[in-house]
T-cell receptor
C-alpha cells in the first residue's frame, strides 16, 4: 500500500521568497516519488522525480526536492518564487517493485501556491 | 517529446446521453494508459488502467459498465461515459506510459465534462 500526505492545502509566499511545499509518503516498498504542477483547467506537468538515484533532485523552473528516507519526506523547494509559479502542486508516489501498485501513481491532495507581488 | 492529447477538451451533454473521450499518445507508444477523474478542488483519483489489447482494470468503486474503456491501439485509448448524470461532471485526465517505463506517465491536458 502507498499513500501521500501533503501538509498544507494552501501556501502563500511573496515574490522572491522561498517556496517550501511539504510531502510525506508511505510505501511498503522502495518508492518512486514525483512532483507535478497543474495550472487551471490543464493537465499535469512533471516538475521532477526521484527514482532511487541521487537524493537531491533538481527539476524544471528552478525547483528541487530532497528524498529523506528517515523522514519519509520529499519536500519541494524553490529559492525565489516567481508570479508564474502560482499553481497547484501535487506530490505522487509509485512503487518500483512488483505488486498491485506497480506503475500506478497515488497522488496527494494537492497544495495551491499563491505568490503575492 | 512524450505528448499526450485529449479530445474533446470540453464537452457539455444532457443527462442520459453517452460521451466519448479520446486519449492519444502522439509521439510514443503507450502500452499502458491510465484514466483519472478530478473533482473541483480535489486530487486526481485513478479510475482504471488500460493495457493495449486487453480489458481495463478498474479501481474499487468505479463502475466498469458506466465507464467503458477501450485501448485498441498503442496510441489510442477511449473512455465512454454511458448514461451520464450530473454527478459524473468532472475533469477527466488520461496518461500514457511508454513501454518499459514503469516509473513514468505523461499526462494529457484533460477533458472537462459537464452533464446538465
Amino acid at each position: 500500500a502507498q499513500s501521500v500526505t501533503q501538509l498544507g492545502s494552501h501556501v502563500s509566499v511573496s515574490e522572491g521568497a522561498l517556496v517550501l511545499l511539504r510531502c510525506n509518503y508511505s510505501s511498503s516498498v522502495p518508492p518512486y516519488l514525483f512532483w507535478y504542477v497543474q495550472y487551471p483547467n490543464q493537465g499535469l506537468q512533471l516538475l521532477l522525480k526521484y527514482t532511487s538515484a541521487a537524493t537531491l533532485v533538481k527539476g524544471i523552473n528552478g525547483f528541487e526536492a530532497e528524498f529523506k528516507k528517515s523522514e519519509t519526506s520529499f519536500h519541494l523547494t524553490k529559492p525565489s518564487a516567481h508570479m508564474s509559479d502560482a499553481a497547484e502542486y501535487f506530490c505522487a508516489v509509485t512503487s518500483n517493485a512488483g505488486g498491485t501498485s506497480y506503475g500506478k501513481l497515488t497522488f496527494g491532495q494537492g497544495t495551491i501556491l499563491t505568490v503575492h507581488p | 517529446g512524450a505528448v499526450v492529447s485529449q479530445h474533446p477538451s470540453r464537452v457539455i451533454c444532457k443527462s442520459g446521453t453517452s460521451v466519448k473521450i479520446e486519449c492519444r499518445s502522439l509521439d510514443f507508444q503507450a502500452t499502458t494508459m491510465f484514466w483519472y477523474r478530478q473533482f473541483p478542488k480535489q486530487s486526481l483519483m485513478l479510475m482504471a488502467t488500460s493495457n493495449e489489447g486487453s480489458k481495463a482494470t478498474y479501481e474499487q468503486g468505479v463502475e466498469k459498465d458506466k465507464f467503458l474503456i477501450n485501448h485498441a491501439s498503442l496510441t489510442l485509448s477511449t473512455l465512454t461515459v454511458t448514461s451520464a448524470h450530473p454527478e459524473d461532471s468532472s475533469f477527466y485526465i488520461c496518461s500514457g506510459q511508454p513501454q518499459g517505463y514503469y516509473n513514468e506517465q505523461f499526462f494529457g491536458p484533460g477533458t472537462r465534462l459537464t452533464v446538465l
